[in-house]
């Protein structure tokens, strides 16, 4: 079974732009989450979607926000990026039965803001 | 809240040796656990979880970790280092309120192997 998958794997955009983030969870896995690791602020929580629903959100301003479609697909927005935005990207996925808290993470996108 | 702290940033063992990577957590009910992996430049892998199903839970490529209620830990251990262990170790509590999937990490200790 083919792994969570991310697309790109690496990005390069300027201040004030904007950028859609792609991820493709595990066959079968409805839920997806997206999580912000740098440096400085190590792994945080950015938002989970099941059945294209938005279930929780963390402490992230509004330019962060995502969308899940009908297969499960997710992606997420930055809008007017900032210096600070810079920061690897990681999605997991999990599937809602038995072993739901289980979280497969994909590559990551790396984001580069300049 | 839930929570995890790593205890140590950085830890450096000789190639054979055991590892002890250190995890303590704070949650107000039976927490789940877990042990993240990051080699450079990748994304996580799962090493093993803690579910309350057994307290010495065996993981991937040696590695185990016995989680302690009374003392509130969940440390990692394996028998003999490999070079290949050489990345960055997380710590996770699933924040299992409102029947959500957030995962909560601690901030990571970078393991060293030398020869």
């Known amino acids: 079974k083919a792994g969570v998958t991310q697309t790109p794997r690496y990005l390069i955009k300027t201040r004030g732009q904007q950028v859609t983030l792609s991820c493709s969870p595990i066959?079968?896995?409805?839920?997806v989450s997206w999580y912000q690791q740098t440096p400085g602020q190590g792994l945080q929580f950015l938002f989970e979607?099941?059945?294209?629903?938005?279930?929780n959100k963390g402490n992230f301003p509004g330019r962060f926000s995502g969308r899940q479609f009908s297969n499960s697909r997710s992606e997420m927005n930055v809008s007017t990026l900032e210096l600070g935005d810079s920061a690897l990207y990681l999605c997991?996925?999990?599937?809602?039965?038995?072993?739901?808290?289980?979280?497969?993470f994909g590559p990551g996108t790396r984001l580069l803001v300049l | 809240a839930q929570s995890v702290t790593q205890l140590d940033s950085h830890v450096s063992v000789s190639e054979g040796t055991p590892v002890l990577l250190r995890c303590n957590y704070s949650s107000s009910y039976s927490p789940s656990l877990f042990w993240y992996v990051q080699h450079p430049n990748k994304g996580l892998q799962l090493l093993l979880k803690y579910t309350s199903a057994a307290t010495l839970v065996k993981g991937i490529n040696g590695f185990e970790a016995e989680f302690k209620k009374s003392e509130t830990s969940f440390h990692l251990t394996k028998p003999s280092a490999h070079m290949s262990d050489a990345a960055e170790y997380f710590c996770?509590?699933?924040?299992?309120?409102?029947?959500?999937?957030?995962?909560?990490f601690g901030t990571g200790t970078r393991l060293q192997v030398f020869p």
């Open positions: 066959s079968g896995h409805r839920s």
């Open positions: 979607y099941f059945s294209e629903t938005q279930r």
């Open positions: 996770v509590v699933s924040d299992r309120r409102d029947n959500t999937d957030k995962l909560i």
């Open positions: 997991a996925s999990s599937t809602r039965g038995q072993d739901q808290e289980t979280q497969y």
